[in-house]
């Protein structure tokens, strides 16, 4: 899932507002909504907008604010909703039906949209059916016996055409808003279980680190003589807000794993010891190296010819680093390895 996400803003793109509560929407264009969307009187949609949905809200922050794990988070969190949508089935319809359910499909990002953007039910119900499809498509593909650069190119591939599918259903604006609000929610809950975060917390850092993104992207499109200053002080202001927005311990947390985020990955994700990364960092410095004298001291090289010196390096690199990975965490590490290669060097030669 964490590759999923990252490749979803990397798709994404530009600058796109969102938000994570309803509470500054148009009541009365909220009340106007629920009484169309659900076939409901104005005391029916009184009774959801002063007593039920505050409490909702009341209690989801409070869930919010809890030091707890991302996997017990969105457990909790359905039960939550799993709660109120039997509360105001009874409301709305004395039980017989839950629209409302049916409607947010008891997660927070479909109950925003929906009364946020005010989407009609058969549009949230073609997004729930659009997005249910593409998660057995992308499971069923996961369990397939292909290298892992593929998998991830075709994650890609397949993320590109949701996001399509997305933005024709919702329409482009409402379409935007929604995967940019959905990706960090994902960025919020891989957050939580990274430094220790509540969720809030963890959207805060995501907040953070997205606009200091957007601020680097902006640097280099400028081409600023002063570049590396520029840069040097987005990183400050980010570490500053950290430190000024979040408790001591998450604060320390964040920066201890992005000040070695190599070796975070190494051990989290591939399961590397101590001295299999003192190992991996010698082989890539010696790696880096060759690479730099590849690019800056063979200007003569024709193109083709500096990427598949380039290439070479690489190859000799992964395989020098191939003892220090254990059962299949070599084929996750390389084939990702060779996904940022690949995207890496067409970058380049686009220049």
Not at 31 to 45: S, T, V
Not at 144 to 172: A, C, F, P
Not at 241 to 252: G, R, Y
Not at 292 to 305: F, M
Request: glycine share 4%; proline share 1%.
């Amino acid at each position: 899932m964490k590759i999923i996400f990252s490749l979803a803003l990397l798709l994404l793109g530009g600058s796109i507002a969102y938000s994570q509560s309803i509470s500054s929407v148009d009541i009365g264009k909220r009340k106007e909504y629920m009484m169309k969307i659900y076939k409901i009187h104005h005391l029916k949609a009184d009774k959801y907008e002063l007593q039920i949905l505050p409490s909702l809200e009341r209690e989801n922050e409070q869930l919010k604010n809890k030091r707890i794990g991302s996997v017990m988070f969105k457990n909790e969190q359905k039960k939550l909703y799993r709660k109120y949508g039997v509360m105001i089935s009874q409301i709305f319809s004395n039980g017989r039906y839950k629209t409302w359910s049916s409607c947010t499909q008891e997660l927070e990002r479909y109950h925003v949209l929906s009364e946020t953007k005010f989407i009609p039910l058969e549009k949230m119900r073609a997004l729930y059916k659009a997005e249910s499809i593409w998660e057995k498509e992308r499971d069923k593909m996961l369990t397939e016996t292909i290298d892992e650069q593929r998998k991830i190119e075709r994650i890609e591939l397949m993320l590109s055409n949701l996001n399509g599918q997305i933005r024709q259903i919702l329409g482009t604006e409402s379409g935007n808003w929604y995967i940019a609000y959905k990706e960090m929610t994902f960025r919020a809950l891989d957050n939580m279980d990274k430094y220790g975060a509540t969720y809030n917390e963890g959207y805060r850092i995501a907040e953070i680190e997205v606009d200091c993104s957007r601020q680097r992207q902006k640097v280099w499109r400028e081409r600023l003589k002063n570049r590396n200053e520029k840069l040097q002080e987005i990183e400050d202001n980010k570490l500053n807000a950290i430190k000024k927005d979040l408790p001591v311990q998450v604060a320390e947390k964040w920066k201890a794993v992005n000040n070695s985020y190599l070796e975070y990955i190494l051990t989290k994700r591939y399961g590397l010891n101590k001295m299999q990364i003192g190992q991996f960092k010698d082989a890539y410095n010696a790696y880096a190296i060759e690479e730099y004298k590849i690019i800056n001291e063979q200007k003569r090289l024709s193109a083709s010819e500096n990427t598949e010196k380039l290439k070479k390096n690489n190859e000799e690199f992964c395989e020098k680093v191939r003892p220090y990975f254990k059962g299949n965490s070599y084929k996750k590490w390389k084939g990702k390895r060779m996904y940022d290669f690949k995207q890496r060097i067409e970058q380049k030669n686009k220049k």
